[in-house]
């Protein structure tokens, strides 16, 4: 399931500390570029982040911006910007 503008927006608030934000097709942008290789569902009260390419599930958790932060700093080692 695709997220709606207000799930977009608390993503997006979450993200503008590491200059990053989501588009309207539920994707990563960062430094102008889009990043294809993860999508991003909300099921079941929880953020899903799965590879785009086979639907795996590369992490879950609750829908809190500590989840979205755990996720861009473990799995492309963001960092905030200054």
């Known amino acids: 399931r695709y997220m709606h503008n207000e799930q977009r927006r608390f993503f997006n608030v ?3 500390d590491y200059g990053a934000h989501i588009n309207a097709n539920d ?3 960062k430094g102008g570029k ?3 290789s993860v999508r991003i569902k909300i099921a079941k ?3 899903r982040f799965e ?3 086979t639907d795996d599930i590369v992490m879950s958790g609750p829908i809190s911006s500590k989840t979205i932060e755990s ?3 473990k799995f492309w080692y963001w960092e905030k910007v200054k």
């Open 14 to 16: 979450t993200l503008a």
């Open 27 to 29: 994707q990563f942008v």
């Open 34 to 36: 889009t990043i294809t």
């Open 45 to 47: 009260g929880r953020i």
């Open 51 to 53: 590879n785009a390419m």
């Open 71 to 73: 996720f861009v700093t």
